[in-house]
């Protein structure tokens, strides 16, 4: 079965990076982005059940990926795995990701092998 992953990340080049990875690393389909917190919710909001892992990042020129988890975690219901991979990946930060209802916390510039091999054992 195909992974369906939504992204949160406001850096295009990023964005685009982790859709060749995941697509082709992990066979997965990236069925939607969003740059900003309020595209994200928007979009999670009107496709509840749509996706199956969520790739989301904390700092976003507009809102942020922790508004982003509390808005998911506010829907409740069904949903699928929400990792957080990120620059800002602090115990703080880490710690209010998890409170918040992420599965696991990456950082961004030395987790990234960590991260793919999450993704292929959540798979």
Same mark, same amino acid.
């Given at each position: 079965?195909?992974?369906?992953?939504?992204?949160?990340? %406001?850096?295009?080049?990023?964005q %685009?990076?982790?859709?060749?990875?995941?697509?082709?690393y992990?066979?997965?389909?990236?069925?939607?982005?969003?740059?900003?917190?309020?595209?994200?919710?928007?979009?999670?909001?009107?496709?509840?059940?749509?996706?199956?892992?969520?790739?989301?990042?904390?700092?976003?020129?507009?809102?942020?990926?922790?508004?982003?988890?509390a808005?998911?975690?506010a829907?409740?219901?069904?949903?699928?795995?929400?990792?957080?991979?990120?620059?800002?990946?602090?115990? %703080?930060?880490?710690?209010?990701?998890?409170?918040?209802?992420?599965?696991?916390?990456? %950082?961004?510039a030395?987790?990234v092998?960590?991260?793919?091999?999450?993704?292929?054992?959540?798979?």
């Amino acid at each position: 079965m195909t992974l369906a992953v939504f992204i949160v990340e %406001d850096e295009p080049l990023i964005q %685009d990076s982790l859709k060749v990875v995941l697509e082709g690393y992990l066979q997965a389909e990236v069925i939607g982005t969003a740059l900003s917190e309020t595209e994200a919710v928007a979009w999670l909001q009107a496709n509840e059940e749509a996706w199956q892992l969520l790739v989301v990042d904390l700092l976003l020129k507009q809102g942020t990926g922790l508004g982003v988890l509390a808005a998911l975690s506010a829907l409740g219901g069904k949903r699928g795995i929400v990792v957080a991979l990120t620059n800002a990946a602090s115990p %703080d930060n880490r710690a209010e990701c998890i409170r918040l209802g992420a599965d696991a916390v990456f %950082d961004k510039a030395a987790e990234v092998n960590e991260f793919l091999a999450y993704c292929a054992a959540v798979h």
